[in-house]
């Protein structure tokens, strides 16, 4: 039983749903019409051993757990703008860093924090539960058609070169080892290709390869993905070489870099990203065929997958 079966089974056991419910559990975020306006809410709990260990302070922690919430929002298109913050920490000064850090995020990003609930445990864990504005139709993951581009914003396998970087205990690469402890969500892009039409969106949380798929299950299609395409840093490349891992699989498969992947005609993603200022950079397109295929040099890839969250 994986994530997504578990969602599966959770789906089946669900009330009717209320009129007002857009989008129900399955993509980003759900979305809600409530009065005038639409919302989408998301929640995402981060938890001490399992998400982070002893390299994170308590302030990275609270951080984090709002910007990544932020960032499902920005996969719907949306402006987060409030959360409630609950968590798990062994003592008071704990849970005090770990506010310090949902604080600082909250002002960076324009949330305001309406409240939670703390608890002491063994372990530290921290839930967030957000709710973002939407001024546009949400962009959804199953909006994938024959036709559109892949393209994902910024750099892939940052995060999860920076992650090796703090288990192995490697100095230096501070920047890498920032964009896994607080990553930046892509608020711009993801309000702009809302605006302008994209057709599907989603956050790169588990790895390019997994989401990717998971895109296409949902729109029905499948693709063709170039990882000789990917958007690799050279401080990624450098750490990479000097540890001696496969850096196409390093960015494909390492997940929690938190970039966007946008899948529209050309014309959208180029107009995206001129109105976002961020660097979108197409990796593949979607087809008609219904398989996901991971192409590199001449070869194709198999069984490429990401992070399970119950494996
Ligand atoms: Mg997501």
Redesign the pocket.
């Known amino acids: 039983v994986n994530e997504f079966d578990v969602i599966r089974r959770l789906s089946g056991l669900l009330p009717p749903q209320p009129d007002e419910v857009i989008v129900p559990i399955g993509d980003?975020c759900a979305v809600v019409r409530l009065g005038d306006k639409t919302w989408a809410a998301a929640s995402d709990m981060l938890v001490e051993g399992r998400h982070f260990k002893g390299w994170a302070t308590p302030e990275d922690v609270g951080y984090k757990a709002v910007a990544v919430n932020a960032?499902?929002v920005a996969?719907m298109g949306g402006t987060p703008r409030f959360v409630l913050v609950s968590g798990a920490a062994p003592d008071a000064e704990t849970a005090l860093g770990v506010f310090a850090g949902v604080a600082e995020a909250c002002r960076e990003l324009g949330v305001y924090p309406l409240g939670g609930d703390t608890t002491g445990a063994d372990a530290l864990a921290v839930d967030v539960a957000i709710l973002g504005e939407l001024e546009a139709a949400p962009v959804l993951r199953s909006g994938a058609r024959p036709g559109h581009l892949l393209a994902v914003t910024g750099e892939l396998g940052a995060s999860a070169a920076g992650l090796l970087a703090l288990e192995g205990g490697v100095e230096g690469f501070e920047r890498l080892k920032g964009r896994h402890l607080r990553p930046r969500p892509r608020l711009r892009v993801g309000r702009a290709a809302a605006r302008l039409g994209a057709g599907a969106m989603?956050?790169l949380?588990d790895g390019l390869a997994s989401d990717a798929r998971r895109i296409c299950e949902m729109s029905g299609v499948g693709c063709m993905v170039d990882l000789d395409k990917l958007p690799i840093s050279d401080d990624t490349l450098k750490l990479a070489a000097r540890l001696g891992r496969d850096l196409g699989m390093l960015a494909a498969t390492g997940g929690e870099d938190y970039e966007l992947l946008v899948c529209a005609p050309e014309r959208i993603l180029g107009e995206t990203a001129e109105a976002a200022e961020v660097p979108l950079t197409v990796v593949g397109e979607v087809t008609g065929s219904g398989e996901v295929v991971f192409r590199r040099g001449a070869g194709v890839v198999e069984d490429l997958s990401g992070w399970d969250h119950f494996a």
Request: charged letters at 45%.
């Open positions: 980003d960032s499902d996969a989603v956050d949380s």
